[in-house]
């Protein structure tokens, strides 16, 4: 009941030896914030026109399509973004993660925090490598919690 996906390198695995999948979860009481009905609206619409050099779904130089959408959507809502106390430059890509994290983080009965943490990437120091090993359970709970 799960998408599995895999990146071929994070922030806390750099050089991709560590490459296991994150899970992620529909969200049907929510439809607007659903990964699973998102990522079927874009390949019922686009089909699987892609480049043939790409093996993305999301087409060559995705990061900096997205980092720019961000910006933009950013300065269309300039004052709702100012009337929380934040500023425009205080919001970039690395908020969808730092959001969710945080929130998770924050749950009573929630995940454990080395499990979101992992889960987003963010490196544990040497103790990563020596003591603290993902497992599919933790991701498991962190998907479901994030949907």
Known sequence: DALLVRFGR???DQDGSSCLPRHVYANP???SICAVLSLAVLVFSK???RDIKSTLVFGSNAKER???WVVRTCEQHRDVIMGMGLS???VGTHSFRKGVSTALSNTPGGPEAVAVWLRAGWS???VQKRY???GAGG???VGRAAA
């Open 10 to 12: 994070m922030k806390n």
């Open 29 to 31: 009481n929510n439809p």
């Open 47 to 49: 089909g699987s026109q």
């Open 66 to 68: 997205f980092s720019a």
């Open 88 to 90: 425009i430059n205080d």
């Open 124 to 126: 544990l120091g040497s």
């Open 132 to 134: 603290i090993f993902a």
């Open 139 to 141: 991701d498991q709970h």
